[in-house]
């Protein structure tokens, strides 16, 4: 025996901090004699033997301890060579592998280096679990970082879970432990168990594991993210050809995956990545969007989170299939002509205690004071923006979607909780930058590199912020000095129009404002015009219900008017499921949407405007390729308030083609109303929210009209038109 009492005491107590130095094989004596010593401990074995693969010697070891500890003194040998080992189970049976303690690391200096400055964009493809080839032995390399923990090992069913068994190597001051299992491949379940410096076990999931299994287990698992075989390269090409062109028709449907449609037919089971992509497909291509926007699909443990409470940042949902189903399902909505838009959420994690919450035993990935690292709507922690193996874990995580899975956007959930140190804090509670501010510096950097990178990395792929606040710059580029978004929502026209809608149209002639305001700010960013799941959840209503009306068609008539009024209004698109139809209840994340209120045309006429209307704005450059021009846009008149009436008028780039939209919000027709245009001829009637097709009464101007050499509105022509109540009616006007 060459192991020392406390040796063997630190073995079998799984408090071996550097396990490569004590087992396999080294140089070594026996008293005074020199040569190898060779080391195994290898769960349940009654003997084992140490196989020299150049010489097909075995040789046998000397048990140890029961526990499966072996151990042997080969003299006069002082080159290390290529062995196995062949081990003896109590049922009798034999097996002979590779020793995982015979491998050099699959980390090297520079890759550590980077990582722990920052600046390994790709580190997901070194951390994690991989499968790889050693010295042409097929297994899996395992790697987490981990600084403060005495002892990690990797556990599984390949060990019983026994984290005495596969202990990690730490890789100098790094803070990354390593180990390579061979004879291992895809589908094992695993976790990593740590012993922090208090002495206590923590049982964690792979930060960065690519696939997990249900819970309560919430085991990672090992898999090949490479294997689909992609076909999406004319899409791919083009986006890369649109990179510099984001002021194009860009209408985003927002889905939940889970609750879109069921299969009713199997108790109600939510549809697999594989079903969803070509029903999802037809759906949209036919409503006329361009992009699909998935709620959050990155692992979580509780569907009532909706996605947003993420512990496995590196993983799609194991809800609607693997990652290869993933791959499949955004391959097929590119090769349809389709975009996908991912919510990714770097604001903040939830403190599940298999997950990164205190994963060493410290607060690795959050801050340690609560001031810092608490986030005090959600009960959820703030990550440490500041330590840069937290920042590169994110900014890697957010390339990691878009290489592996070709994702064409990422909407950042949160910002401005991410920008803001007293978001949501009373005095006290929070602690000002270094410079006495309330700027998150540290977030508002990590913000400006995810954006940077992901436009150098992958032209074309757009970084949309959901961010409430009127903080300058979102979406203007880092080398300007902004924060470097493509687009941002716009809440404050969201918050603004609902109010004015949710009104009954008796009072809204006093609150006119609330629909021109916006125009006061909507030049300051490159706006996405939206309704999300936010507005139609937690007893705000349904968009529908929402409506300043007390029947159902009238509702339907207001909604279909702010629809179209959205449309024509800058901005790109962006609608939640359901609110395409107008469906009646609050959208609930367990079940399907009300597809059978589509049999009805107050709730079909609204799908079927919402079509119109993604066609009109995908057609009309006037509208899908100057959101972002405040010359494409010009008032006609907002002053009559009596009447609830506004007006305005888009137009091209030549202004060879002008749509004049005139929204009216109260249920009185006006027969007979003057509204000056900036054109003499004929404008024909595009849409009509009041047309019997939509549900409507069918009041309107027949098609087309016809100027009159009459001034109104500073202009030297005018229409005379019949206005339809409760109605948003479009007209195109184009040289002849």
């Not at 395992?142 to 730490?170: E, I, T």
């Not at 916006?518 to 409506?547: C, P, R």
């Not at 016809?706 to 500073?714: F, K, L």
Request: hydrophobic residues 40%; glycine residues 10%.
């Amino acid at each position: 025996m060459t192991l020392t009492p406390a040796q063997i005491d630190t073995l079998l107590t799984a408090k071996e901090a550097q396990p490569h130095s004590v087992l396999g094989l080294h140089l070594g004596k026996k008293g005074k004699s020199a040569g190898l010593v060779g080391r195994a401990f290898v769960k349940d074995a009654v003997s084992c033997e140490l196989i020299d693969l150049e010489a097909d010697k075995a040789i046998p070891m000397e048990q140890i301890d029961e526990a499966g500890l072996f151990d042997v003194f080969i003299p006069r040998r002082r080159k290390v060579f290529r062995y196995q080992l062949r081990v003896q189970y109590p049922s009798g049976e034999m097996r002979q592998f590779f020793d995982p303690y015979s491998f050099l690391p699959t980390l090297g200096e520079q890759d550590l280096y980077l990582f722990n400055e920052g600046t390994e964009h790709c580190i997901y493809t070194k951390l994690g679990a991989h499968l790889r080839e050693m010295d042409g032995v097929a297994g899996v390399s395992f790697a987490v970082w981990a600084p403060s923990a005495k002892r990690v090992s990797v556990v599984g069913n390949f060990n019983q879970w026994d984290g005495r068994y596969f202990p990690m190597r730490p890789l100098g001051a790094s803070g990354v432990w390593e180990l390579f299992i061979p004879g291992l491949g895809e589908g094992e379940l695993y976790k990593f168990e740590l012993l922090d410096q208090g002495g206590n076990i923590h049982l964690k999931t792979d930060p960065y594991g690519t696939y997990f299994e249900a819970p309560p287990g919430n085991a990672s698992i090992v898999h090949n993210t490479r294997k689909h075989e992609w076909g999406d390269g004319e899409w791919i090409a083009q986006r890369e050809a649109q990179a510099k062109q984001i002021d194009r028709p860009i209408s985003i449907y927002e889905v939940h995956l889970g609750s879109w449609k069921r299969q009713v037919e199997d108790g109600g089971r939510p549809f697999n990545y594989r079903e969803l992509a070509p029903m999802l497909a037809d759906y949209a291509i036919d409503m006329g969007f361009t992009h699909i926007e998935v709620m959050p699909l990155a692992e979580h443990p509780f569907e009532g989170s909706w996605g947003y409470q993420v512990t496995g940042f590196y993983a799609p949902t194991h809800r609607f299939g693997s990652p290869d189903d993933f791959a499949f399902f955004v391959d097929h909505l590119h090769q349809r002509g389709l975009g996908i838009i991912l919510d990714w959420v770097p604001a903040h994690f939830p403190r599940d205690s298999f997950a990164l919450a205190e994963f060493d035993g410290t607060h690795l990935y959050e801050h340690a004071d609560p001031r810092q690292g608490a986030h005090m709507d959600w009960g959820t922690l703030i990550f440490n923006f500041g330590r840069h193996e937290v920042r590169g874990f994110l900014i890697a995580n957010a390339l990691a979607w878009l290489d592996r899975y070709h994702i064409d956007g990422l909407r950042v959930d949160a910002v401005a909780s991410m920008l803001y140190l007293d978001y949501s804090r009373n005095e006290g509670e929070w602690i000002p930058n270094k410079f006495g501010g309330r700027e998150n510096l540290e977030a508002i950097d990590f913000l400006r590199e995810t954006n940077r990178l992901v436009h150098d990395y992958y032209p074309g792929v757009l970084m949309i912020a959901e961010e409430s606040t009127a903080f300058a710059g979102i979406s203007k580029p880092v080398d300007e000095g902004g924060i470097g978004f493509d687009f941002k929502w716009n809440m404050g026209w969201m918050h603004d129009t609902l109010r004015y809608f949710e009104k009954d149209p008796i009072h809204r002639k006093w609150h006119q404002n609330d629909l021109t305001f916006g125009a006061l700010y909507q030049w300051s960013e490159n706006f996405i015009t939206v309704f999300s799941h936010d507005e139609v959840v937690h007893g705000k209503n349904s968009m529908l219900y929402k409506m300043g009306a007390w029947h159902i068609p009238e509702k339907a008539a207001n909604l279909r008017a702010l629809y179209a009024h959205m449309w024509a209004w800058p901005g790109k698109k962006c609608l939640f499921m359901g609110c395409e139809f107008g469906q009646s209840h609050e959208w609930k994340y367990a079940g399907s949407l009300d597809w059978h209120l589509c049999q009805y045309l107050d709730h079909e006429g609204i799908r079927l405007l919402v079509r119109d209307l993604n066609k009109l704005y995908r057609d009309e450059p006037a509208l899908s390729s100057r959101d972002l021009d405040p010359t494409a846009f010009r008032w006609i008149a907002a002053h009559d308030t009596e009447a609830s009436i506004i007006s305005y008028v888009r137009s091209d780039a030549e202004e060879q083609t002008l749509i004049f939209t005139v929204g009216h919000f109260t249920p009185t027709a006006r027969e007979g109303y003057r509204i000056g245009v900036p054109r003499r001829g004929r404008w024909v009637e595009v849409i009509n929210t009041n047309s019997e097709y939509y549900g409507g009464t069918g009041v309107g101007n027949g098609g087309e009209v016809h100027t009159e050499d009459v001034e109104a509105d500073g202009c030297a022509q005018s229409l005379v038109l019949t206005i339809p109540p409760l109605s948003t009616t479009i007209f195109k006007w184009t040289a002849e």
